[in-house]
């Protein structure tokens, strides 16, 4: 018997979270028994079969078995992978609102850029308010200009550089820059920018910039040497205190610990020297990003050097701190990261070492002097670490 004599025709159904599904119309209606709440049974005509993709090919396999005819059945398959298609190719609705509306109100900067990184850099179509408020530039006179305009005299530059080299690869970026304020004061605003492509062609065609004032550079020695200014981490200098405010501590109050973990970018400087300064800036912002996307929350990752990174380790063991170190390590090198020179395969050394329990009135000071040398010691006897294929599905 063929398909076509026991049902009419067929319809698609789609719902509100787009999921379709078939359904079947019966030539004649079908009657079946069911149980009511309280146990009696009644017969029912039902007039249509429902069949969601998985189902309806199994339908269809276990026709062709049997040698019957599944014309229908095929072709509702087909229509079902027709509409779930055109779903998942639709565009989102656009919003009801402005979205110059938001970032005119937003509290943060915002500038809109043309996509071309390319010297002198990427020139501002849009600045909104908040903009204006800390630089005291209004949007007429922005407009047309280079954003570097956003930084302070003579100042800035490794930053400046470091970003528009992520820029160039296509990717996001973040950096710490130098500011000047309208009232002449310098300050810090940490910056990320995202790239805006078309949604047809996928091409890059704009830059949208967003900008938050951290601290006043006037305000504390402390505040003025915060973070590194090309990746936005914390620097040597802040990361070794908290370390040292751990290792201040009263015993009791800490488990075990801490730990801290050094990471040196193999070959950077080949990098550079190969490809160009702007692969290796953005090898640098790529290795810094995996290294704060992957290590514990309470854990703090700063830039210590030239292509080197620390990352203090609250409350491990040494064996737990080297396993988290070879996991952080894969997690740089399980992919490649892309530059304007294209994808470049990055490995890092690890070096660990655990803070030694000591007493003394300076036992604070010691303590860290010979973490600091212990993890430097065992970082220069590393050599490069190559995750094994179990490792990378680990890390993915």
Request: hydrophobic residues 45%; contains cysteine.
């Amino acid at each position: 018997m063929t398909e076509s004599r026991v049902f009419s025709h067929f319809t698609i159904r789609t719902d509100a979270a787009g999921r379709a599904c078939a359904v079947f119309h019966l030539l004649v209606p079908e009657w079946r028994t069911e149980m009511d709440a309280d146990g009696s049974c009644r017969s029912v005509a039902v007039s249509e079969s429902v069949f969601d993709a998985a189902s309806l090919a199994a339908r269809i396999a276990n026709l062709a078995r049997q040698g019957l005819d599944r014309s229908v059945s095929e072709a509702a398959l087909q229509a079902l992978h027709d509409v779930q298609g055109r779903v998942q190719a639709a565009p989102p609705p656009r919003a009801a609102f402005s979205l110059a509306a938001v970032a005119e109100a937003a509290s943060d900067l915002v500038l809109v850029t043309r996509a071309d990184p390319a010297a002198p850099g990427p020139v501002v179509l849009y600045a909104n308010p908040a903009f204006t408020r800390l630089t005291g530039q209004s949007p007429e006179a922005v407009v047309g200009s280079n954003w570097r305009l956003l930084l302070g005299p003579g100042s800035g530059g490794e930053a400046a550089k470091g970003l528009e080299a992520r820029l160039a690869a296509g990717a996001e970026a973040q950096a710490c820059i130098p500011c000047r304020s309208s009232t002449g004061e310098a300050v810090r605003v940490q910056l990320r920018v995202a790239p805006m492509r078309d949604p047809v062609s996928g091409a890059i065609t704009h830059f949208a910039w967003i900008g938050r004032v951290l601290a006043a550079d006037g305000a504390t020695p402390q505040q003025q040497a915060d973070r590194d200014g090309t990746t936005g981490l914390p620097d040597r200098a802040a990361l070794l205190r908290a370390v040292e405010a751990e290792l201040g501590a009263p015993v009791a109050s800490r488990s075990r610990g801490p730990c801290l973990a050094l990471f040196s970018i193999d070959g950077l400087e080949e990098i550079s020297r190969r490809f160009g300064e702007a692969a290796g800036a953005a090898v640098l912002l790529g290795v810094a990003d995996r290294l704060a996307e992957n290590a514990r929350r309470a854990d703090v990752v700063g830039r210590t050097g030239e292509g080197e990174f620390g990352i203090h380790m609250r409350g491990v063991a040494l064996r737990d701190a080297e396993a988290a170190a070879r996991r952080l390590c894969c997690a740089v090198a399980c992919a490649a990261i892309e530059t304007p020179a294209g994808p470049l395969a990055v490995t890092v050394s690890a070096g660990v070492a655990e803070a030694r329990r000591e007493g003394g009135p300076d036992a604070a000071a010691t303590t860290l002097a010979r973490l600091l040398s212990d993890a430097e010691a065992r970082l220069r006897a590393a050599g490069r670490v190559v995750p094994q294929p179990a490792e990378v599905v680990a890390t993915l």
